[in-house]
């Protein structure tokens, strides 16, 4: 360990325990070994350095400004006039000696007359036999190859801390290399921490390459290789992990573990867990607790992700999701089937029980009872609700109001559609624009629609004129259904039947059928043949049945997919008694022409025959 110390307006560096690398015995590499201060006669300080691979026109600087060498130099011994600010002005000073014939060096980070510093050797870039050569310095004696150097031949020392201004500690490689007098208070551990930095201020970066492109932002932590690496500008970041925000650009955000927020342009967001909104781009005040919570979000806002695995979409924004969906099959078990949550309001309630979800991912209170209270604690169904009434907001601002109270009803109304007509319960009854029901359900004052997931309504009670009927935005308009005098009316609006169809078809109050058969509502009227319709009765098969719907009750009949083509219906399901009875009734006609020509027939051979009789034949 190398100490300087100012010792009555003079500067003197002690040596403790300080073992060369194997490597530094070779002479093509500068190693400072030693350095002293002398007053000469004159009265002038200087400083004797003392090492190996000085050559024979060394170059000494301190803080970047050249001294003057003077006469006498060797390889192994030096002596500079001590700058006037060494002595005078409190601080940390770089003491740099370079060989220029083999391009390296060596450096020395030294105080004046106030505090001490640490101080660990750091070789410049050089090139040997025609090829860069590359090893860390072994300070236990054993042997190496020396360090990388930079191809620019700059200086960076190892080890660097200022007592004063600018306030900054520095170890490793080009930490904080390009820091200036306006860069405070900043904390750079490891190759390239702080590389960049100019003048951003209040910032810590530890490992390899953390918070290496900043250069004016101002209150950013950084622990870990490559942590916070890319930006630039920006303030306010926390980031502990291994490529932790590796790639962010926004403001105030905070990322803890492995490659936690790596990817982001967006502001104050938190991640703590590996890869946890590992790809959030544009999205700010996201949180993500677990192992790749929220990995999968990008560019939402106000999203919380609780518990590993809970990784959320591309498309969440304004999302809570907490836990996994219980999976017992797995070993472990994923997710969870245990949820406790106890102080929902934040306030302490006597004698109050957490809430849960039980095993059949029921919410309700924890003494398993599977109900669920709001203003009481002894609910007696899954939901109760006192004290109070129950708001529902959509996504318009609008309220529907459950168990408002109006004067001594109660009933559900909503902020904008339902003011007009409130649904009412007493009794009971429901009321839909009535205060007091006498139904089970009561609508009063407009129609009733029923909406299907195609967007075509029903319309219940739709008013006409004086008529009320049923009728629908599609199928029901070329048809709708009537209520009038007791009679209902399908496709017609003034039914005189108890059921009449628009095409005249109705059952009568006796309640028999009577099919529309005018001659106007038919067309290609053509004669029946009789070799048709006799083809018809021989292959029709008369059965017995019951019907599945009314077992025990026999019936006489057809089946529909038996019969012959003449008289089957479309789909075959079916049966029009008509088509059977104009066959049979055209096989019966000709049926009677040839019974009345046998009649005939027959009188005529009985005539004959009593004739015979009459005459004496035998």
């Known amino acids: 360990m ?194 960049a930095n100019t003048s951003g201020t209040h910032n810590t970066a530890v490992g390899l390459g953390s918070l290496r492109h900043l250069t004016t932002g101002i209150h950013n932590t950084a622990v870990g290789t490559a942590a916070l690496d890319h930006i630039t500008t920006t303030n306010n970041n926390t980031a502990v992990g291994t490529w932790a925000l590796e790639f962010a650009t926004g403001d105030s955000n905070t990322a803890v573990g492995t490659e936690a927020l790596q990817n982001t342009t967006g502001s104050d967001n938190a991640a703590l867990g590996f890869r946890a909104l590992e790809v959030n781009s544009t999205g700010t005040r996201n949180a993500a607790l677990g192992y790749l919570a929220g990995s999968l979000a990008t560019t939402g806002h106000y999203n919380l992700f609780l518990g590993g695995g809970v990784s959320g979409t591309s498309l969440d924004t304004n999302t809570i999701r907490i836990g996994l969906p219980y999976d017992g099959a797995l070993v472990p078990p994923k997710g969870q089937n245990r949820t406790f949550i106890a102080g929902i309001r934040g306030v302490s309630v006597s004698n109050a029980l957490p809430v849960m979800i039980d095993a059949n991912g029921q919410l309700g209170t924890a003494d398993n009872s599977g109900n669920f209270g709001i203003g009481t604690a002894s609910p007696v169904a899954r939901l109760q609700v006192e004290g109070g009434e129950m708001r529902l907001l959509n996504g318009s601002g609008a309220y529907t109001h459950l168990n408002y109270s109006n004067t001594s009803q109660n009933y559900i109304r909503g902020t904008t559609y339902f003011d007009s007509g409130p649904v009412y319960f007493t009794g009971g009854n429901i009321g839909i624009g009535t205060t007091a029901p006498v139904a089970r359900l009561q609508v009063e004052g407009g129609e009733m629609r029923l909406r299907n997931g195609n967007g075509a309504y029903s319309h219940l009670n739709y008013a006409n004129g004086s008529v009320n009927y049923i009728r629908g935005t599609t199928y029901f308009d070329t048809a709708p259904v009537y209520f009038t005098g007791g009679n209902i009316g399908i496709g017609t609006t003034a039914p005189a039947y108890p059921l009449q169809m628009g095409s005249g078809a109705y059952v009568s109050a006796g309640g028999v059928w009577t099919n529309a058969s005018s001659r106007t509502l038919k067309q290609q009227i053509a004669e029946l043949r009789l070799e048709q319709a006799q083809a018809v009765v021989a292959a029709l098969a008369p059965v017995t049945y019951e019907y599945l719907a009314s077992p025990g009750e026999r019936h006489v009949g057809f089946i529909a997919e038996d019969v012959p083509e003449l008289v089957a219906a479309t789909d075959r399901k079916s049966l029009s008694p008509m088509d059977i009875v104009a066959v049979v009734t055209k096989v019966v006609q000709e049926q009677q022409a040839v019974i009345a020509d046998l009649q005939a027939r027959l009188a005529r051979l009985e005539a004959l025959v009593a004739s015979g009789a009459a005459g004496g034949v035998k």
């Open 2 to 195: 190398r100490r300087w110390l100012g010792i009555g307006g003079l500067v003197v560096l002690i040596v403790l325990g300080a073992t060369r690398p194997a490597w530094a015995q070779d002479a093509e590499w500068l190693i400072i070994h030693n350095v002293t201060s002398e007053v000469l006669p004159t009265g002038e300080v200087v400083l004797v350095i003392s090492g190996v691979g000085f050559g024979e026109a060394p170059e000494v600087a301190v803080d970047g400004q050249a001294v003057p060498v003077l006469a006498g130099a060797t390889p192994t011994r030096l002596t500079v006039l001590a700058p006037a600010a060494v002595l005078t002005v409190p601080g940390t000073y770089r003491l740099t000696v370079m060989n220029p014939a083999l391009r390296v060096g060596d450096v020395f980070a030294v105080t004046g007359l106030a505090g001490t510093v640490g101080v660990a050797w750091a070789p410049l870039a050089g090139v040997q036999s025609g090829a860069a050569t590359t090893g860390v310095a072994d300070t236990t004696g054993g042997s190496s190859k020396a360090p990388t150097l930079d191809e620019g031949g700059g200086v960076t020392p190892s080890g660097v801390e200022n007592p004063l201004s600018p306030y900054d500690t520095a170890y490793g490689y080009q930490a904080l290399a390009a820091n200036t007098a306006s860069g405070l208070y900043n904390s750079a551990f490891g190759m390239q921490a702080l590389q």
